[in-house]
């Protein structure tokens, strides 16, 4: 069964600071990742998606990285701003997951906190 | 612009009285699917649909109905709450839900409160 594990919790940065946020899943036969940001209160907003083909995908200051075969991906934020401050959650589409077509198995996030 | 439409925000209701969740997207998408979100165990499929008149259990379908009846709309039923679906719910679609290449889009969530 794919799980999804995202480390550490909740981390805590000056503003300015470049950081890196973690993803782990347990089965490389995956369609996809994304990576999403949820505000308090609010949806999921897609942030990044990479193909398991691919090996990273850019937007902006936002660097994601897959490496299938480990079972990894990171999420790389660049001079990170206060207005950075939400939890990054990231998502992976598996190929095998029994009867349920389609389904995203997510981790259970990364709070980042940007202190200005 | 392209997103998917929850309705209402922001729902408190009693204990067994009928309520449905409606989510409208705009982008033609095929596959729709609905999430719960609760503290500690993260989110969770509860249904799915492949297209109009197709539509499958996720992994939490305890309690929950959908319909697909037009592309756009994928509305969530429950036929009669209790407290434990109380949670945060999430419309989601997708260009196409089998195989890879396409990401989700998620719409703004639905806080509901059973009492």
């Known amino acids: 069964k794919q799980e999804v594990t995202q480390i550490p919790a909740a981390l805590s940065v000056p503003e300015g600071e470049n950081l890196v946020l973690n993803c782990s899943f347990t089965?490389?036969?995956?369609?996809?990742l994304q990576w999403f940001r949820q505000d308090p209160g609010k949806g999921l907003t897609s942030l990044l998606l990479?193909?398991?083909?691919?090996r990273e995908q850019t937007s902006g200051r936002l660097n994601a990285s897959l490496d299938k075969s480990s079972g990894r991906s990171t999420l790389y934020i660049a001079a990170s701003q206060p207005g950075d401050s939400a939890t990054y959650l990231c998502?992976?589409?598996?190929?095998?997951?029994?009867?349920?077509?389609?389904?995203?198995?997510f981790g259970k996030g990364t709070k980042l906190s940007v202190k200005p | 612009e392209a997103q998917v439409t929850q309705n209402p925000r922001y729902l408190i209701t009693v204990t067994g009285k009928k309520l449905t969740v409606t989510c409208s997207q705009n982008?033609?998408?095929?596959?729709m699917s609905w999430y719960r979100q609760d503290p500690g165990l993260g989110l969770r499929q509860i249904y799915y649909?492949?297209?109009?008149?197709?539509?499958d259990k996720g992994d939490v379908p305890e309690g929950y109905k959908v319909s697909r009846k037009e592309k756009r709309n994928f509305p969530l039923i429950l036929e009669s709450p209790s407290p434990n679906q109380t949670s945060l719910y999430f419309c989601?679609?997708?260009?196409?839900?089998?195989?890879?290449?396409?990401?989700?889009?998620f719409g703004s969530g639905t806080r509901l409160t059973v009492v």
């Open positions: 989601a679609s997708s260009l196409g839900g089998r195989w890879g290449l396409y990401g989700y889009t």
């Open positions: 089965d490389s036969a995956i369609y996809n």
């Open positions: 990479i193909q398991s083909s691919q």
């Open positions: 998502a992976v589409k598996p190929m095998n997951y029994g009867g349920s077509q389609g389904n995203l198995i």
């Open positions: 982008m033609n998408h095929e596959y």
């Open positions: 649909s492949m297209n109009v008149e197709v539509t």
